[in-house]
């Protein structure tokens, strides 16, 4: 057995607030936000095969596809259009790739993969990220975020102006940006912590049926906490309201309200630390209303990309094979728990199951 690891390029003009959209089922998924018109995609691909040429007959197969448009850019692993796993197992291989775009930090993103993981930074044009098994992580992100996983982590970090949505079923979700302009929060079992301002005009909510919620506000608030046996604990001098399954706490003027729901968890309110305040200019400028509303200066669909192939194709730019040392057929194996990983994520999708018995089913395989 050996690894071929081939690395593959496109470029493509979609304008300032143009859109791409990513779907996947493994790998590592990253886009970063940067200045200009162009998009640029990295796509690196590591397979596993007996050889050298059974590694770039499964590439063939398993290669991703690129649709460009007229300010839009589509990525698609062919997996995501069979009901099998067939496309990416080929004579014994195994073919991963991690897709990398930098794109103008006003782009409208929406990534999508089943186990795995996304990262994001710089960008405040309108953004959805989901994955089932993958953790989502942020960084320096405004305008609207959507980000769902069911067993994975949210972390949203040194973000701007933000207006997010969240869930998750057994992970946690961790939020720190300079100002919040609404938030809807939830999950089942995971804590979800929140530290920043939020804007007086913003509607805020967190629910969590076994997992605990942290407040850090650098803001007036009204806190209110429905539940079952939770109750409200806060380090910051504030009025308290209530008793035994509905708390509010009231700090400072007591602008917004941030609601919360729970079973058995409870809410903390924490006081503001140095390390807590995002420093001015860590993301980008969200554009004003005026310019986000302006058509999307996107090009045509024919203008020329810096590398000269196909629409449909990237640019190979480098590639490695590394031989390994013969072993027994039963060690050469793929452990069975990817294929049985993939087959729940693929029924999930389908809907043959809910998402609670995909949970299940994907802790059972993963003991």
Same mark, same amino acid.
């Given at each position: ?56 007959? *499964?590439?063939? $197969? ?50 999508? $993969?089943?186990?795995? *993981? ?65 938030? *809807? ?77 729970? $079973? ?33 200066? $996107? ?13 449909? *194709? ?54």
């Amino acid at each position: 057995m050996g690894t071929l690891e081939r690395t593959e390029t496109l470029s493509h003009q979609i304008g300032t607030s143009g859109r791409v959209s990513v779907k996947t089922i493994r790998g590592l998924l990253r886009v970063r936000g940067i200045d200009g018109e162009e998009a640029r995609l990295t796509v690196t691909y590591r397979i596993r095969a007996a050889d050298q040429a059974a590694a770039e007959r *499964a590439l063939e $197969t398993g290669r991703v596809t690129v649709d460009r448009g007229p300010g839009s850019l589509d990525v698609e692993t062919p997996e995501r259009r069979l009901s099998t796993g067939l496309a990416w197992l080929f004579g014994g291989a195994r073919v991963n790739a991690d897709v990398s775009l930098d794109v103008p930090w006003g782009t409208r993103v929406r990534y999508e $993969t089943m186990s795995g *993981a996304i990262e994001a930074v710089a960008l405040v044009g309108d953004q959805k990220y989901r994955t089932v098994a993958g953790n989502i992580r942020l960084w320096s992100l405004g305008g609207l975020v959507e980000a769902s996983s069911i067993s994975g982590s949210i972390t949203l970090d040194s973000g701007g102006d933000i207006r997010l949505r969240a869930n998750t079923i057994s992970g946690g979700v961790r939020v720190r940006a300079r100002r919040f302009y609404g938030m *809807a929060v939830s999950t089942t079992s995971g804590r979800i912590t929140v530290v920043g301002a939020l804007d007086p005009a913003g509607d805020y909510r967190a629910d969590s049926i076994s997992g605990g919620v942290s407040l850090t506000p650098l803001s007036g608030v009204t806190a209110e906490l429905r539940t079952v046996s939770g109750s409200i604990n806060s380090e910051i001098e504030h009025r308290v309201e209530g008793g035994r399954g509905f708390w509010r706490s009231i700090i400072g003027e007591g602008r917004p309200t941030f609601r919360v729901n729970s $079973t058995s968890g409870g809410l903390r309110i924490l006081a503001a630390r140095p390390g807590d305040y995002v420093v001015a200019g860590s993301a980008p400028v969200e554009p004003t209303e005026h310019a986000s509303s302006a058509p999307a200066d $996107t090009g045509s669909a024919t203008s020329a990309p810096i590398d000269t192939q196909p629409d449909s *194709a990237l640019h190979e730019t480098a590639e490695t094979w590394s031989p390994e040392e013969p072993v027994e057929a039963d060690e050469a194996r793929e452990p069975a728990t990817d294929d049985d990983e993939l087959a729940i994520l693929q029924a999930l999708e389908r809907g043959e199951i809910g998402v609670d018995e995909a949970a299940k089913r994907l802790e059972r395989v993963r003991r």
